[in-house]
Each structure stands twice: as structure tokens, then as C-alpha cells.
């Protein structure tokens, strides 16, 4: 198998691959207590950009404790730059200014302040903008003292552009490459075509030992099929804002909870779900516990990707979702955009 097996920051490190769930201090669905009690998690992702803006998180931040000291967790801290943030509204924020912040405050990984593409945009901006985001990477580079930098791949909907920025990153020495602007891309009845060629070209370029983050994807029926395109790590608010909308997710898809004959058919094993089954709708009808359950089955799911990579069955392990999941989701393109994109090729060296 081609999956690295670690991820190496300075100060810490995890097995590969990884989920990132985003982690928002004081509004949290699953509170940090929750989290350090019941999950095993290796890691979370938590906007640099929020701590920045407020004056008083600030000043803590650089003046008393730790980011890990403020959040209570000693695992890998990843921050963001609030590029995401940037694309609804000004933020009268610079690169330089964010990305010091972020190693101030220890982050293991830090992000640069990136230009998103989102799908409809055309070839001349999404160039201008890859350019522009390629700088601010240069200069992150040489600002950061103490965390690994996040080489942001971006390019919209153009493959060649995609894979010059891959090129770019990979010139410059990055460690770390993070696939940014993929979410609407998968969005769409799990299409995984256009997804999985900016992977495996990534994977391709980038070769065996560079850890790929795809930022922002986070239902775990989708998971597995990025680790065998070539990504290893992942983030998500997902299993809040599913909870909030109302699903619960299983390794075959989210359910709306209207389908409560297959919830209730369906084995979890979290605090949530074990139990009287009777009980079990009126349970996750509160949000609180549906993102409990939702985040559960995420780090779950990468459990089970680990173990499927360790004795070689992840082809049978994608091959077992597929038959449950097209049962449920007749309309899905996951199998019919899965088998296309495999007999195409160009797969990185996983085929069984
Ligand atoms: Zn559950």
C-alpha cells in the first residue's frame, strides 16, 4: 500500500490516516470533556482566525497559556486562517499577521491565508488568485518558527491549474499539502469524478511521503474512497451541522431521521445508540446527541479505514459500502463514479 503511515509534526505526531473535527471553544455540539472522555482522537482543527479577532482570547493566547493549555487537549492542533470566512466578507486581515499568530500560539500546523475558488469560478481568476495564493505560501514559509505549514493547493474547477499549484508546493519544500476548495466538488450525489482526479494527481506529483489533507470533507460514507484516491487526513464541522439539519450518519450515508426503520436496524456502538432501540429516535432528536453519534461514526469509520489498510481489504471494504449504500441511496453516483474514475486509472499504486 502507498498510505504513509504517520504524521510528523516538531512536537507530536499520529497515525495516518486522520480526522481533524473542527473544534469551535466556546460553542462546541460535543464539549471538549465529552470528547477527551469518549474518543480517542488524534487531533482537531480550530479557527486561528476566531482567536485572532477576539481581543481577549488574543492576549491570552499570547501572553499566558498555550493553545493547547487554552483548548485542554494535548494531541495535534491544527489551526485555520480564516480564508474561509474571507469569501463571504472582508477581513481586514493579513497573511503575515495570521500566520505568526498561528505559530505564536503553537499550533502544530498552521495555514496561510489562501484565495478559495469556488466551482463557478472562471479560468482567469482562478488563476490570479492561485498566484496570489502561492506568494502568501512563500511568505508563511519563511515566518514560521515552530509549526509545519499547510501548502494550500487551490486552482477551482481547472485540473492543469490544480496541478501546477501541486507543482509549486512541492518546489518550494513543503511537508504538507492541503487540497483546498474541494467541498462543493463532492457535494453533489457523492460524484467522486472531479474529485478523484485532483487527488490522485496530487497523489501522483507529490509521491509517497507528503501527508494530503482535504480540508473540509466530513461524511464518512466518502472517506474511505479519498484514502484509496491517495488522502490521508481530514476535517469537518460536519457532524454538528448534519446534527443541526437533522441526519444521522452512517457509514453508508446520512439518514434524514424520517428513515427510522434503517436507523433503528443500524449497529452503533456509541453512548447514544446502544441501549433500548425504542429510545433511540427520541434520543437523537436533540442535536447535542446526534452530533455526539455523528462524530463517533466519523472516528469510527477511520478506525476501520486503518485496520482495512493494515490486512489489505479496503477494496473489499469500499466494495461493502457500495452495495449498501446504492440500496438505500438509489439515485447516488458514488458506484457509477467510483468504477469510472478507477477503470480510467491513474489511481496512485493501491489497485488489489
Ligand atoms: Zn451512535
Known sequence: MFQKKELITRKRKAKLPL????????SNLVSIDD??????????IVNGFFLYKDAETKRLLLEEKTLHE???????IMTDSGAFQGLKRPLFLNNKKIVKFQDAIGADIVSPLDHISPPGENRTTAGKKLKSTNK?????KKLIENGMLAGVQQGGKFRELRNESTTFLMELGVEYIAIGSLVPFFNKNHNLAFVSKII???RNIIGNEIPMHIYGAGDPV?????VAMGADIF???????YALGGWYMTKYGALKLERSTLIRDYNCSCKICVGEKDELLQKVSDPKNLAFHNLYTILH????IRAALEAEKLYQMLQDIINVHQKWFPDSQLESSWVDSFEKGGMPDTKP
Open 222 to 226: 466518502e472517506l474511505p474512497f479519498f
Open 70 to 76: 487554552y483548548i485542554g487537549f494535548d494531541g495535534i
Open 136 to 140: 502568501r505560501i512563500r511568505e508563511a
Open 301 to 304: 469509520i477511520i478506525n476501520q
Open 35 to 44: 470528547i477527551k472522555e469518549h474518543f480517542s482522537i488524534d487531533g482537531m
Open 235 to 241: 476535517d469537518s464541522s460536519s457532524y454538528g451541522h
Open 200 to 202: 490522485t494527481d496530487a
Open 19 to 26: 480526522f481533524f473535527p473542527v473544534y469551535q471553544p466556546k
